[in-house]
C-alpha cells in the first residue's frame, strides 16, 4: 500500500513538475510576444513621424516653388515705377453708402479724390499687388455681385486701375497653386475641401509672373502679369459655382487690372 502512495505521490508531483515548466514556457512566451509587439508598435510610430516629416518638407518645397514661379522678372524701369508707388500712402474715408474720399500722400503732398460707387460700398482697404504696389481698395456689392475696385497715385491723379468680380460665386475655402508651362502658358489648380479643379490658361503675351492674393477676405484670387514692354496687365482668376447648389465648379476669368493707365 505504501508503494501505491508513493507512485501516486511521484505521478502527481512529475505532473505538477510538468505544468509549473508548461506555466513558465507560456509565460515567457507571452512576455516576448508582448514586448515583441511594443517594439513593432514603436517601430510604426517612428515611420508614421518618419512621413509626417516628409510630407511637411514636401510641402515646404512646394511652397517653395509656388514663391519662386511668383518672383517677378521685370525691367528697371517696371522696378523704378513699383518703388515710387510703394512710397504712396493711402487713406479713405467713406462718406456715405455711396461714395468714398481717397487721400494719397507722397512726399508731403497729398492728393484726393470723391469715388461715386455705383452700389453700396461693403469693405475698403489697402493692400500691396505685385509689380502694382501699393493700392487702395474699394468694394461695392449689389445683389449677388461684389466689385472689388483698385486705384492708385499715377502721375499726380488717382486713378482707377481695374475690377476684381468677387460675387456670390466665389469659394472662400478655396487655395491655389499656379505653375508656368511655358512662357505663354500657365497651369492653375484650386483645391476645395480635397476636391481638385485644374486649367490651362494660355495668355496672349508672355508671362512675367504669377502670384496669389486675398482680397478684402472674399476670398483668394490667381494673378497671372502679361509682359508688355514697360508695363503690366494683369489678368484675374478664381473658382467659380453656382452658389445655390454649389456644384459645376469651374475656374474663370474675374477681372484684369493695368498698369499702362
Known amino acids: 500500500m505504501e508503494k501505491k502512495e508513493d507512485i501516486k505521490i511521484n505521478i502527481v508531483t512529475f505532473f505538477l513538475i510538468i505544468s509549473i515548466v508548461v506555466i513558465t514556457v507560456m509565460g515567457i512566451f507571452l512576455y516576448k510576444t508582448y514586448n515583441d509587439k511594443k517594439v513593432e508598435d514603436k517601430k510604426l510610430v517612428e515611420q508614421q513621424a518618419q512621413v509626417d516629416n516628409l510630407s511637411k518638407i514636401v ?89 472689388v475696385h483698385l486705384y492708385q497715385l499715377i502721375n499726380d491723379e488717382i486713378k ?30 484650386a483645391d476645395v475641401n480635397g476636391e481638385n479643379i485644374s486649367k490651362e490658361i494660355e495668355m496672349s503675351a508672355a508671362i512675367a509672373n504669377t502670384s496669389i492674393i486675398d482680397i478684402l477676405d472674399y476670398g483668394k484670387v490667381v494673378l497671372i502679369a502679361e509682359s508688355r514692354g514697360e508695363y503690366y496687365e ?16 469651374e475656374i474663370i476669368n474675374v477681372g484684369s487690372i493695368k498698369t499702362n493707365i
Do not use: F
Open 234 to 249: 494683369i489678368q484675374v482668376y478664381r473658382l467659380s459655382q453656382d452658389y445655390i447648389t454649389g456644384k459645376n465648379k
Open 160 to 189: 482707377l486701375l481695374g475690377d476684381i468680380n468677387c460675387g456670390a460665386d466665389m469659394i472662400k475655402e478655396a487655395s491655389y497653386t499656379v505653375e508656368t508651362k511655358d512662357e505663354g502658358i500657365a497651369l492653375i489648380n
Open 59 to 147: 510641402g515646404n518645397l512646394q511652397n517653395n516653388i509656388s514663391e519662386s514661379n511668383s518672383t517677378p522678372r521685370t525691367s528697371n524701369t517696371v522696378s523704378e515705377n513699383n518703388a515710387n508707388k510703394n512710397e504712396v500712402k493711402y487713406e479713405i474715408t467713406v462718406k456715405d453708402e455711396a461714395k468714398a474720399i481717397i487721400e494719397a500722400t507722397k512726399n508731403g503732398k497729398t492728393i484726393s479724390k470723391e469715388i461715386k460707387m455705383e452700389a453700396m460700398i461693403d469693405k475698403t482697404g489697402i493692400m500691396d499687388i505685385p509689380n502694382i504696389g501699393t493700392v487702395a481698395l474699394i468694394s461695392d456689392s449689389g445683389g449677388e455681385y461684389i466689385g
